[in-house]
């Protein structure tokens, strides 16, 4: 790759001055990195840290010992692993313990949530009044279309019409939702019973402020719910206590509210992120004041612990997060995340998130400095509501992420021309970064990229 030679801070000497004095430097000899490769995909799968194909391999070893004693007898124990995990990944979310648990994928979580609060609201079968007008659930247009087709679903479960129900928040520049168009659809409609957004939009990158939305719902009596999946291991969260301080650290008035302070619930996966592989079980939250309430996909996993083996015919919601699990755990899905989650508290989720504003913030200059003027970023570029991927914008994006691949650099492609570049924090340095953005740039320079036929199908 060609070097400015100049040691301006866009050359490669700069970049590994800038990994010689990373604290986190270390952490990279705990991952499998594909050798000759430059990784940029960890926001679809992160790559595989020691720690959790050491947990994975130990309830190997107890499955292989123990048999079914694994349930009881195995350290930490299988019964309540969901919840033991849950204690663990509570510090990243900003949660108590009993708040979060392991369970389930991350789309069966958004159907029981959403089917447990439409519920408990005026207007469906099973809400305190089934005359009142349905509910609605507000969206925004930049959604990863699982979460809109879950909500629908629940919707016509319900007898409730999505094309009327199911409202969307739309973009005003194709890349980012403002918050301040969340708040007038609160303000425009007096039927929304649930406001659903991501923490971080999956094609831009945009970190939305949760604490203003939980606010914005609470204000209007609705509640707050989140897909986290881009956020959860590399942006800090205070779910427990969104939008109940501002941002001077006083009450708002949030935290007078009939809700009160804290997200009501959230969901996220574990594989990207936190590392934990490919189909790791899923996570979730559910505030404390709504335990003890019935799940909409009710299973034996969810039920009270102390009487769940008594295997009675009425189901007795665990008094926790832990209702919402539905089957037993999937312990050989779920181990890695104790290792992974393991590795992520000892580095600090705040050291995490500033390296990964670091690289982020790298990323955006060199592609500002090396690369035409046809690629262009479409991440906000405040660190404030930036998430940790890099959205970068190419006419071309799809062959473009092709040659990369075949060069391997490996980046995804989300339509139209996006290609998404996460240096994740804990194993890509800063020299990655600048490899990266020198290839891209060799790419076009030299047209490489118009041998790859246009978008094809398969795996992005």
Known sequence: MTDTGDGSPHCIADARERDAADPLRDYRDHFSVPEGERYMDGNSLGLAPDAALAA????????????????????????????????????????????????????????????????????????PDPAAEAPAVLVNDLDFPTDHYSIRAQLRQRGIDPDRKLVAVESRDGRTVDEADVEAALRERDDVGIVFMPSVLYRSGQLLDVDRI????????????????????????????????????????????????????????????????????????VHERHHGTTPALAGWWGNDKSTQFELRPTYTPADSAGAWQIGTVPMLSSAPIEGAVGLIREAGIERVREKSLALTDYLIALVDDRLG??????????????????????????????????????????????????????????????????TAREVVETDAHLAYEPRGGGVT
Request: aromatic letters at 8%.
């Open 56 to 127: 994975l391999e130990r309830v190997v070893g107890e499955w292989e010992e123990l048999a079914i004693r694994g349930w009881e007898d195995a350290d930490p124990e299988w019964f309540r692993y969901g919840e033991h995990l849950g204690d663990l990944l509570a510090p990243l979310v900003g949660a108590n313990g009993s708040e979060v648990v392991v369970a389930n994928s991350t789309t069966v979580n958004v159907h029981t949530l959403i089917g447990t609060f439409l519920d408990a609201l005026p207007g469906t079968p099973a809400g």
């Open 214 to 285: 939980t606010a914005a719902a609470h204000e209007r009596g609705a509640l707050a719910g989140f897909d986290c999946a881009h956020s959860v291991g590399a942006v800090p969260h205070d779910l427990r206590n969104a939008g109940g301080v501002d941002r001077d650290g006083d009450a708002d008035s949030a935290g007078d509210a009939p809700l009160g302070p804290g997200a009501d619930f959230a969901v996220w996966c574990s594989y990207k992120y936190l590392n934990a592989g490919p189909g790791a079980t899923a996570g979730l939250y």
């Open 373 to 438: 003027d046809d690629f262009s970023v479409g991440t906000p570029r405040e660190r404030g509501r930036r998430g940790g991927h890099v959205a970068i914008e190419h006419p071309e994006g799809y062959r473009v992420s092709e040659a990369l691949r075949d060069r391997d650099v490996v980046v995804d492609f989300r339509p139209p021309n996006v290609v998404r570049v996460c240096p994740a924090p804990l194993y890509t340095r800063f020299e990655d970064v600048w490899h990266v953005v020198e």
